[in-house]
Nanobody, 122 residues
Framework: EVQLVESGGGLVQAGGSLRLSCAAS????????IGWFRQAPGKEREGVSC????????VYTDSVKGRFTISSDNAKNTVYLQMNSLKPEDTAVYYC???????????????WGQGTQVTVSS
């Protein structure tokens, strides 16, 4: 059974940090790219960051560059999103998603996690 399980969300003050985890199972982790997406109330889901496990290539959306870092522990089949200098506009449900070989766009991911809430207070 394929599973992506996010954890690490919570409530934090502006300027604070959180680390999200996405634990994967049921597929060959090294063959997939894992992306982080977020969706705020009333807004469309947006891609935040992605890591291609085959070569470690990473991408970030402009609004998080320099503040968020994606990393992977292939031995644990887990991808992390370290979020620093958090802002109220980062408040959203954060999801991880997996796609074979290339970074997923929101509509073409093979697998999705259930999401974890991140709330940043001002």
């Amino acid at each position: 059974e394929v599973q992506l399980v996010e954890s690490g969300g919570g409530l934090v003050q502006a300027g604070g940090s959180l680390r999200l985890s996405c634990a994967a199972s049921g597929f060959t982790f090294d063959d997939y790219a894992i992306g982080w997406f977020r969706q705020a109330p009333g807004k469309e889901r947006e891609g935040v960051s992605c890591m291609r496990n085959s070569d470690g290539r990473t991408v970030y959306t402009d609004s998080v560059k320099g503040r968020f870092t994606i990393s992977s522990d292939n031995a644990k089949n887990t991808v992390y999103l370290q979020m620093n200098s958090l802002k109220p506009e980062d408040t959203a449900v954060y999801y991880c998603a997996a796609r074979l070989e290339t970074c997923p766009i929101s509509y073409d991911a093979d697998y999705w996690g259930q999401g974890t809430q991140v709330t940043v207070s001002s």
